[in-house]
């Protein structure tokens, strides 16, 4: 089982460079490897999250799957590390990649070239991001999933994906930048850039070398806050968002979860309560940078009435709750938050699915309903009073009784489906994500000010984004339709379709994986079952040395 942790990785890179040997004439091979890499990640994924999640070898539950490429063992070599919280990650980039394998292969890998070879290395990047153990190898796989992104975002071609594209590409080669920096700066006071013995030395730091470390951990958290959408670095994220096609735009939600995953997984390991005088640092800085992010996403989710932006203004309030709650140090609100990731990442993705063919029926993506230029809306008379023959339509038919086409109802319930789960509303998963980290919030034995800021703030954003997608849904469902019944693909329905049965059965299924949360949450808040595992992990002998014992 240990080389299985290699895999997510080696399938989308084996996948892309096989693909480099085909020519563009030959999309429908590329789109069968897309989606065949697609299916044998996911498989990979869940048979890591369940051996992780099996009774471990020390007797306690769960097992850490260490991995060796070099067969060097760390803090010398390269170090592949799967735990719950990065199987769970791993798992979640699985079911939305495949998701999005399936949906390109409908029309959007036409729009232009190398799409599909470009998927398979963000992919790359992502699940290496994900599984790795060591700092520096974080950067490697962050840049190979940047420059893939790079590519993928410029997909389709046009002035608006060129001018987000720049602003995309700036940004993220700053936070590259500062990446180097604060690693580096982190590598010249300990000597090491494993997390496992990062965290070992940090308890361990002369405190006249505990500012640096401080400083150091301030620049990496600059750069992850930008790759997390966190306010005030966000500025680029909704209208890159929502330039790319929407396969990118399904995939690009889970760039600022990797994001989310890196402060989590560094703060919890570099900080750890065993860290003194390090312990918690930036807690409250953490806390304030999410409960800003939040506040200023809900205001910009109540003012904007594009689809797109909506979806992004979502990532953007997921980003903040999540950050706040990483912020808050306790484990039952990581538990919950841990939960409403991976609620939120599938919504979104399905939403920015959802937005193409909504937009593709309402007239190529027309922003304004024909009734907003008139000077009354068309369910109003002149008086306010109630009209005469409400139940008939412009042909005098009786309204009652009337099929609806089912490409409508898909729509119509996929969007339902979207704002329940974006919102927060019962009975689907995202409530059980929000009712989970209010229940942590409030169960705690000291209920401080960030924390009722924080409840307040996740109330006020539920609202607010329930008002933004509601009027969306009145403009796009309850105004009579300028342009025919929708005609629906089935490899556009499928993967959106299966995008919120993922969330249904989040829900249906809301007690063994919140147990999975919570037990993560526990390993996060104690890292010495991780830090073990990692620096006691041994090489594999020769097989020529084995033959030569006696």
Same mark, same amino acid.
Do not use: E, M, R, Y
């Given at each position: 089982m240990p080389h299985l942790v290699a895999v997510p990785i080696l399938v989308p890179m084996l996948t892309a460079a096989l693909m480099l040997l085909l020519n563009e004439q030959q999309r429908r091979a590329k789109s069968v490897l897309t989606v065949v890499s697609g299916l044998i990640g996911l498989l990979a994924a869940l048979a890591l999250l369940r051996w992780v999640n099996a009774p471990g070898t020390g007797g306690g539950e769960g097992s850490i799957g260490v991995y060796l490429p070099g067969n060097w063992r760390a803090p010398f070599g390269i170090v592949l590390v799967a735990d719950r919280l990065s199987t769970m990650m791993v798992a979640l980039t699985g079911v939305v990649a495949f998701a999005v394998s399936i949906y390109s292969t409908s029309r959007w890998d036409r729009a232009g070239v190398h799409f599909h070879p470009l998927l398979q290395l963000q992919l790359m990047g992502l699940n290496g991001a994900f599984l790795t153990g060591d700092l520096f190898n974080l950067f490697v796989f962050f840049e190979v999933m940047l420059a893939a992104s790079y590519g993928l975002l410029l997909h389709g071609s046009g002035r608006l994906r060129v001018q987000a594209g720049l602003h995309y590409i700036a940004i993220?080669?700053?936070?590259? &930048?500062?990446?180097?920096?604060?690693a580096a700066l982190l590598y010249g006071v300990t000597g090491t850039l494993n997390m496992a013995d990062l965290g070992i030395r940090i308890a361990q730091l002369d405190p006249a070398d505990r500012g640096l470390v401080h400083a150091a951990a301030a620049i990496l958290a600059t750069a992850f806050f930008a790759k997390a959408g966190a306010w005030p670095l966000n500025f680029w994220l909704v209208p890159a968002y929502s330039a790319a096609v929407p396969p990118v735009s399904a995939v690009f939600a889970l760039l600022t979860k990797l994001g989310i995953y890196t402060v989590l997984r560094l703060w919890t390991v570099l900080f750890a309560p065993d860290t003194g005088d390090s312990a918690q640092f930036g807690q409250s800085v953490l806390m304030a940078i999410g409960l800003s992010t939040l506040f200023v996403s809900a205001l910009g989710i109540v003012g904007t009435q594009r689809l797109s932006h909506l979806a992004g203004y979502s990532v953007l309030i997921s980003a903040g709750t999540l950050l706040t709650a990483i912020g808050l140090g306790q484990p039952a609100i990581w538990a919950g938050a841990l939960y409403y990731?991976?609620? &939120?990442?599938?919504?979104?993705?399905?939403?920015?699915?959802?937005?193409?063919m909504i937009e593709r029926w309402r007239n190529a993506g027309a922003s304004i309903a024909p009734h907003e230029s008139a000077d009354n809306a068309p369910f109003l008379s002149e008086d306010l009073k109630t009209l005469d023959d409400v139940n008939l339509d412009d042909e005098q038919q009786a309204l009652y009784g009337r099929a609806i086409p089912a490409g409508i109802a898909f729509l119509g319930l996929a969007f339902v489906g979207c704002t329940l789960l974006l919102v927060g509303l019962p009975p689907l998963s995202g409530f059980v994500g929000k009712l989970a980290m209010l229940s942590g919030l409030l169960a705690a034995p000291h209920i401080t000010p960030a924390s009722w800021g924080f409840l307040a703030l996740l109330l006020v954003s539920g609202f607010l984004a329930l008002v933004a997608l509601s009027r969306a849904g009145i403009r796009y469902f309850w105004t009579q339709p300028a342009a025919a019944m929708p005609s629906l693909r089935t490899l556009e329905v499928l993967p959106v379709a299966a995008l919120l049965a993922a969330c249904v059965a989040l829900t249906i299924e809301a007690g063994p994986v919140m147990h999975h949360a919570s037990a993560t949450a526990q390993g996060l808040l104690s890292p010495t079952a991780y830090r073990n595992a990692v620096m006691e992990a041994r090489q594999v002998p020769n097989p020529a040395t084995l033959k030569a014992a006696p």
């Open positions: 993220n080669l700053a936070a590259s &930048s500062l990446f180097l920096i604060g990731l991976l609620n &939120s990442t599938l919504a979104v993705s399905a939403f920015f699915l959802l937005i193409d």
